[in-house]
């Protein structure tokens, strides 16, 4: 029989906290990190918002206990702290002790860091050791490095399928565990902010000037944000042998790749209705146990038409409280999966739904609307959509742990 998996430990650092406490603070009081950013050098950096963490490199470096320089990336450091945090929350001090996976996530690598020295690498007549730079480019060199110095070696892989990274990082991770290959696998993803993900976005004009505001009928783009979130997953056999914390137990997943375009989803959001439709049916929850969605919800033109017509397909009449946090932390991309399953976890132990900030007027495509405050309410069951470019839809399930 297949194991179940449960959550014993999370980390992360976002625009709006450093820890997961500090985040959920900041939920409550339903304050936003987005601003302008000072640690990108880049021609919108008074111009486009986004929530960038609120310490430099060299902070983050002695945060982590790391001694500054190109090794240590800003994209590195960030999954570091977050890691941390993750692994002493679920009492393991010693990696060793029950090999464990550490499946990490990431989009943008060490571009954070590199693509300040480009010029410099591409001009001959440059003088300097530009080149120890490029090392850190590579997306797997952040897992490594992160691996390497809290002490991963049973299984080590990278996951980049853009926005839904880290929540397939969460789904493999589940699956190594069901099938008996690992008793412990932690997973999540990091991101930094980089001017290559900004021009890049606001190229094809799905940048927002001013607080994006998903789900609305003016809504005009996201905003990018910055961050890292880990969750430990642990087998049931594992976690009533160590009798562990568990806080939420990962209950259904799917992964599905319509590949109707190369940036934009189908427009009756065909990818979103299967990936959610199917999760729902691994977890063996019924639409009507489902209390809370975590939307994709990035607030672009495409995404919040076919993610809410997907809503409509799956629920019916009934759709369930639903609310984008991206206003939040904006999109941080690889890491979006693993900061809103936390949050989703979040949720379930404090009986709560966040809000989608901004919203003002319901879209015309469709006949729902998310959730505008902070409710108290009933929560046992969170889907949690993170959807990326080319197709690759991600839904999890979490629920609340029960023996």
């Not at 979130?229 to 009798?243: C, D, G, K, P, Q």
């Not at 991206?326 to 936390?342: D, Q, R, S, V, W």
């Amino acid at each position: 029989m297949a194991e179940r998996v449960f959550i014993t430990g999370m980390g992360m650092i976002t625009a709006i906290g450093d820890t997961v406490a500090a985040n959920f603070s900041s939920l409550q009081q339903q304050q936003s990190g987005l601003g302008f950013t000072s640690y990108i050098d880049t021609i919108y950096k008074d111009i486009l918002p986004v929530a960038a963490v609120k310490h430099s490199t060299a902070a983050l470096s002695e945060m982590a206990g790391i001694i500054a320089g190109p090794a240590y990336t800003r994209t590195t450091l960030l999954g570091l702290l977050a890691m941390q945090e993750a692994l002493q929350q679920a009492g393991i001090r010693d990696l060793q002790q029950e090999p464990a996976g550490f499946i990490n996530a990431s989009t943008v690598g060490g571009m954070c860091d590199t693509e300040k020295v480009y010029f410099d690498i591409i001009d001959r007549e440059k003088k300097g050791d530009f080149l120890q730079y490029v090392d850190t480019l590579d997306c797997a060199d952040c897992t490594q490095r992160i691996a390497d110095k809290v002490g991963f070696s049973a299984y080590i892989t990278t996951i980049s399928t853009a926005c839904s990274s880290s929540a397939n990082a969460l789904m493999y991770g589940a699956r190594l565990v069901k099938q008996g290959l690992l008793r412990r696998v932690v997973c999540g993803g990091t991101e930094a902010l980089t001017r290559f993900t900004l021009n890049g976005f606001n190229s094809l004009k799905n940048v927002d000037k001013r607080p994006c505001r998903p789900f609305d009928q003016q809504r005009n783009g996201l905003n990018l944000g910055e961050g890292a979130a880990y969750l430990v997953l642990e087998s049931e056999s594992l976690a009533r042998e160590n009798n562990s914390r568990i806080l939420a137990e990962l209950t259904g997943y799917c992964n599905t790749n319509e590949a109707f375009h190369p940036t934009a989803p189908s427009p009756e959001g065909d990818g979103a209705y299967t990936a959610m439709k199917t999760a729902l049916a691994m977890s063996g929850r019924s639409t009507g146990e489902v209390q809370y969605v975590n939307v994709h919800g990035t607030a672009t033109l495409n995404n919040d038409i076919s993610e809410g017509k997907a809503l409509e397909r799956l629920f019916g009449a009934q759709v369930p409280p639903f609310s984008s946090t991206k206003p939040f932390t904006g999109h941080t991309l690889a890491a979006a999966g693993a900061i809103e399953a936390i949050y989703a976890v979040l949720a379930i132990q404090h009986q709560v739904i966040f809000p989608n900030l901004n919203f003002t007027e319901q879209m015309e495509e469709l006949s729902i609307t998310p959730e505008t405050r902070l409710l108290e309410a009933p929560v046992e069951t969170v889907i949690s959509n993170s959807f990326g470019f080319g197709g690759n839809n991600a839904s999890l399930v979490i629920s609340k742990y029960e023996r």
